[in-house]
């Protein structure tokens, strides 16, 4: 069979996603919002598979992790201590031909020019603040600002104290969250990799800063191993070392994990040393901050947001290792890796999205070969509740009859496996009595089929297609 992959262009991934329900362009009647999308019936349930197991992977199976669900409407004064409000811009400029707006650092670095008209007549380059601003209440000046986060992690922070006070943790700990983030980014582009409304999943993980280094590395490969279980190819991935002016005003190292889009490799992912910057930014008590901190004097914040050391009684900030990854771009990455285009071995063409079975939007679809026969449909109806009442994540029936139509459709929305209820599947109709009460299996990847008997359909389905595994390795100091 030949297949295409990663190579595949993108605007073949953004016609699935549309003609199969999984993503939409936001406002589209009105002309569509540039740098917004809609999840269809398909991306929500792909996109709620993911956060799940990301979830459980991270905080289920790991000792001392707690979550969280912070605001998104944000105080201007986190924003304002963090450097948001000073440092969280990109440089953009404007060409003076035909008016549009650039971010510089996407330009030509040699030759910048704009990308629209081909000119170089572009304004000299000048910082832009990506954050949302918002007012309020009724009032509608400066007291009353706010803005939407463009990070969920400042949301950790501003609760530690909260957390440690009422969870007791030590060192290392982790507080998780998801949620949303909002950027205004000055060109939203590569669909829905680079938007100005998007979902970050975050650890901040405190350790003592001694050991930060030996932990930024423990993240960087239990971050990478993860997204591989989730079907992304390892020849697909790169670990780069940010440098220089790309590290962020807050970050000691940053590893970012990278993957190969369509349009090449780029951040799925990053994993920060943010040393004990943004607690001690955030603390009142500034006395503990180690002497490497560049931080202000903070005269606003009531919280001390360090830990007492219990035996020397005194107040330490740990340090903080922080993955965090973009639940978009982990999308985009998952359905890039699972789009392939097969010539079968009888010359046809299919469309199938390879997608591991416990993230697929459906888990197994219920074909009866007619759809005028009833005793075949109430037989496919008994096996759906069946199933689903057995299988996490939906099991649809349809009934329209066009069995190959309805293979289609599943291929292309990567449902793992396919029911078939056919006339051998009823007393009166088999052809064969050995087959009463069986049901033929349809395998999306390899399209084997298999005669499977009614009572061990379920535990046979879950054998075979969901049992997912995944083991983080072990805290590596400080346990
Ligand atoms: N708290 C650290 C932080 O926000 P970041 O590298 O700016 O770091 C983390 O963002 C992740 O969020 C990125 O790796 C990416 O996956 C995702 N992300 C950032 N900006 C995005 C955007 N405009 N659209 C989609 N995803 C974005």
């Given at each position: 069979m030949a297949q295409s992959k990663t190579d595949t262009a993108l605007e073949h991934i953004v016609s699935l996603c549309k003609r199969r329900g999984f993503i939409f362009p936001n406002s589209h009647i009105y002309g569509g919002l540039q740098g917004a999308y809609d999840l269809g019936p398909m991306g929500v349930e792909l996109k709620r598979n993911l956060l799940a197991t990301w979830w459980s992977d991270v905080v289920y199976k790991r000792p001392r992790m707690y979550g969280l669900d912070s605001s998104i409407l944000t105080h201007q004064k986190t924003l304002h201590y963090s450097g948001h409000q000073d440092t969280f811009s990109d440089l953009m400029c404007d060409c003076r031909q035909c008016k549009s707006r650039w971010r510089y650092d996407h330009l030509d670095p040699k030759n910048p020019r704009c990308e629209n008209c081909g000119s170089d007549d572009l304004t000299d380059p000048r910082p832009f603040n990506l954050m949302f601003k918002t007012n309020l209440g009724a009032v509608d000046d400066d007291s009353s600002t706010a803005y939407l986060r463009p990070e969920t992690a400042q949301g950790i922070f501003t609760n530690f104290k909260f957390i440690t006070d009422t969870q007791s943790p030590k060192v290392p700990f982790g507080i998780a969250q998801i949620g949303k983030a909002f950027r205004n980014?000055?060109?939203?582009?590569?669909?829905?990799?680079?938007?100005?409304?998007?979902?970050?999943?975050?650890?901040?993980?405190?350790?003592?800063?001694?050991?930060?280094?030996?932990?930024?590395?423990?993240?960087?490969?239990?971050?990478?191993?993860?997204?591989?279980?989730?079907?992304?190819?390892?020849?697909?991935?790169?670990?780069?070392?940010?440098?220089?002016?790309?590290?962020?005003?807050?970050?000691?190292?940053?590893?970012?994990?990278?993957?190969?889009?369509?349009?090449?490799?780029?951040?799925?992912?990053?994993?920060?040393?943010?040393?004990?910057?943004?607690?001690?930014?955030?603390?009142?008590?500034?006395?503990?901050?180690?002497?490497?901190?560049?931080?202000?004097?903070?005269?606003?914040?009531?919280?001390?947001?360090?830990?007492?050391?219990?035996?020397?009684?005194?107040?330490?900030?740990?340090?903080?290792?922080?993955?965090?990854?973009?639940?978009?771009?982990?999308?985009?990455?998952?359905?890039?890796?699972?789009?392939?285009?097969?010539?079968?071995?009888?010359?046809?063409?299919?469309?199938?999205?390879?997608?591991?079975?416990?993230?697929?939007p459906i888990k197994v679809a219920i074909i009866p070969l007619a759809k005028n026969k009833p005793e075949l449909i109430t037989l496919a109806e008994q096996i759906q509740q069946m199933l689903q009442a057995a299988i996490l994540g939906p099991v649809v029936l349809e009934n329209s009859g066009n069995i190959g139509k309805n293979y289609r459709r599943h291929d292309e929305i990567g449902t793992p496996v396919c029911v078939t209820v056919d006339f051998d599947s009823l007393a009166e109709t088999a052809s064969n009595t050995s087959l009463v009460d069986t049901v033929t299996l349809r395998d999306r990847d390899t399209l084997e089929q298999e005669r499977v008997h009614i009572d061990q359909l379920s535990e046979h389905i879950i054998q075979r297609y969901f049992q997912y595994h995944y083991q983080p390795a072990p805290f590596i100091v400080g346990k």
């Open positions: 980014e000055i060109t939203p582009r590569h669909f829905i990799f680079r938007v100005r409304e998007f979902e970050q999943m975050e650890i901040e993980f405190f350790v003592k800063p001694e050991e930060s280094d030996q932990w930024h590395t423990y993240w960087v490969e239990e971050r990478k191993q993860w997204w591989i279980t989730q079907g992304l190819s390892p020849e697909n991935i790169q670990c780069a070392a940010q440098t220089g002016d790309e590290l962020a005003h807050y970050a000691r190292a940053t590893t970012d994990i990278l993957y190969k889009f369509p349009h090449g490799f780029e951040e799925l992912e990053g994993i920060a040393n943010r040393t004990d910057y943004d607690l001690a930014v955030h603390s009142k008590d500034q006395d503990s901050i180690s002497p490497q901190s560049k931080v202000k004097k903070n005269t606003d914040s009531t919280a001390r947001l360090a830990l007492q050391n219990t035996e020397t009684k005194a107040w330490e900030i740990p340090f903080v290792i922080e993955p965090s990854a973009g639940v978009e771009r982990g999308m985009l990455a998952l359905l890039t890796e699972a789009y392939t285009e097969e010539t079968l071995e009888n010359g046809n063409q299919r469309l199938v999205l390879k997608l591991a079975a416990h993230l697929a």
